[in-house]
């Protein structure tokens, strides 16, 4: 997979079944293709998009809102496309959604031993603000609740805008 020729689009039935593959990838409590079903047929609160590298699915991200926040559902990278920005384009690209669409904030989970996508959220604004205990059944394992404010505000359009520049000049070197 050489290249970051990446296109963000819709997430629609046909991608289900390359969604569950990279969803079992990477969990150890992975959701179903009938969960990611219910999750896309809900399209008024829902935003759920795909990362297509050439025809191969290589990641997706999922999104909730009620009123003007949002919740980031789940996000997953194939790990053979790991490093290659695949998961900041598709954060990114939720982000925007979000605020663009009015939300204001948006939370979401992470392992706390997941430092990579730690690493990630950080980098787009989020802040540690609480600990789900025993949260992950399959291990007992802590999640880490995450914030990230304002999403509208210069601030943070100007850290987004500079994370995407600087995947474009990734892009450009690949």
């Known amino acids: 997979m050489s290249g970051l020729e990446v296109k963000i689009e819709a997430m ?3 991608h289900l079944a390359a969604v569950e593959r990279v969803e ?9 293709k009938s969960l990611f079903l219910q999750e896309i047929s809900r399209s008024g609160d829902r935003y759920y998009r795909v990362a297509m590298c050439r025809r191969e699915l290589v990641g997706f991200v999922g999104m909730m809102w009620v009123a003007d926040e949002a919740h980031i559902t789940n996000l997953g990278v194939s790990k053979r496309a790991w490093g290659k920005g695949i998961a900041s384009r598709l954060l990114l690209d939720a982000l925007d959604h979000a605020s663009d669409g009015g939300i204001k904030d948006c939370t979401l989970e ?8 730690q690493r990630l959220y950080f980098r787009f604004g989020f802040v540690a603000v609480g600990v789900r205990r025993a949260y992950y059944h399959n291990n007992d394992e802590d999640a880490i609740i995450m914030w990230a404010y304002d999403l509208a505000s210069d601030r943070e359009r100007n850290r987004r805008a ?13």
């Open 12 to 14: 629609h039935r046909r």
């Open 24 to 32: 079992r990838e990477l969990s150890a409590i992975p959701w179903s």
């Open 110 to 117: 992470v392992r706390a031993g997941n430092l990579r996508a």
């Open 162 to 174: 500079g994370i995407a520049s600087a995947l474009e000049v990734r892009k450009g070197d690949g």
